[in-house]
């Protein structure tokens, strides 16, 4: 059996709270899978399932105790694999010599992702500390180089300007325009080559050991499964065309790992999880669907094993718990955690992924 992808998802618990966030860590959502655990049905899958490449994130997978562990440990199932760790690189004191070695011995690829654009000063120096001799590189160099840049440069200044102003399709013609309307472009519109940079541009770091880091802006989500009920301080889920919401699903080839068992995508399981913690209030027969969901165990039979595998890539029932139309939103990431939601549980970051009590 073999996949393009697959997500080891290893906690619950991030320190950040991200609107929009597509697995609900933007709540006190709480808990971390340890690496022993479900490590037998690690082994067993190893035997049976191949992938392209896999990555190792969360929530903040670095508060999990045992990313040392889970970063050694799959590559050593799974040794010919690519592999990555996306992380919002916050928790610094994580950043220390039994990480590094070990994304060093592994040749995983750490992602920081800039949830905010403020931080790309502080993160920077982090990994330059974090590094040894690193050589930083912009990529593209040119924006021009991407698909659609042109048109897509051209579309988004002719919504903003003025009567006035001349074309603008080119570098030339923007470094050509007056102060004053680039001056209005970036602090009234916030558009400019600069910030389109920022946007568009990741770092790829490479070291004297090999250690190979990405940063990327990633300060846009879209609008989650996840509703708030404000009334009732309870939340609920969409009631979408299922196949209207694969079809523009970011997530439908993100294919999951939590608790020893493969799902098709991580709401799909998720939404139980969060459930057990917080109360989503659904119909009797939305919330047995949403139930319903089983993902695959390593002892499932061939049958149900290869029915799984050969229809994973398509839309199941519960898709019509996400949205079927996307607007991205900008993240405006805090520390502050949303607090929001009626807990059934209380609060326990040592809680078990997929052994929820209460």
């Not at 050694?72 to 992380?87: A, D, H, V, Y």
Request: net charge negative.
């Amino acid at each position: 059996m073999h996949l393009d992808y697959l997500e080891f998802y290893i906690s619950h618990t991030c320190n950040f709270n991200c609107i929009g966030c597509n697995r609900f860590n933007n709540y006190l959502f709480t808990g971390h899978q340890r690496w022993h655990e479900h490590l037998k049905a690690h082994q067993q899958w190893a035997e049976k399932l191949t992938f392209d490449r896999y990555r190792i994130l969360g929530g903040e997978p670095l508060l999990n105790p045992d990313i040392v562990d889970w970063i050694r440990g799959t590559k050593q199932l799974w040794p010919n694999t690519e592999s990555f760790i996306s992380t919002n690189a916050s928790f610094k004191r994580r950043f220390d010599k039994d990480l590094y070695t070990a994304l060093v011995d592994t040749q995983t690829v750490l992602e920081i992702g800039l949830h905010d654009i403020n931080r790309k000063k502080e993160v920077l120096e982090l990994v330059n500390n974090f590094t040894s001799n690193p050589v930083i590189k912009r990529t593209p160099l040119d924006l021009w180089e991407l698909p659609n840049f042109g048109a897509n440069w051209a579309s988004s200044y002719n919504r903003i300007r003025d009567e006035s102003w001349p074309d603008c399709n080119s570098v030339e013609e923007w470094n050509s325009l007056s102060d004053t309307i680039k001056q209005e472009c970036e602090q009234v519109h916030h558009f400019s080559l600069d910030l389109e940079a920022d946007r568009l541009q990741y770092y790829n770091i490479s070291d004297d050991n090999g250690l190979q880091v990405v940063i990327k802006l990633e300060n846009f989500f879209y609008q989650p499964a996840l509703l708030k009920q404000p009334e009732r301080n309870t939340f609920t889920l969409h009631n979408s065309d299922p196949y209207k919401a694969h079809e523009v699903c970011a997530s439908k080839y993100c294919h999951h790992m939590m608790a020893g068992k493969i799902s098709k995508c991580g709401p799909s399981v998720l939404f139980q999880e969060f459930d057990r913690q917080f109360e989503v209030e659904l119909s009797k027969e939305d919330r047995e669907l949403m139930m319903s969901y089983k993902p695959l165990t390593v002892d499932a039979d061939e049958e149900t094993t290869k029915n799984f595998f050969d229809s994973i890539r398509n839309p199941i029932d519960q898709c019509k718990f996400c949205p079927q139309t996307y607007a991205p939103e900008e993240i405006n990431s805090s520390i502050n955690k949303d607090k929001f939601g009626k807990r059934r549980v209380p609060i326990n970051t040592h809680t078990k992924l997929g052994e929820v009590d209460g």
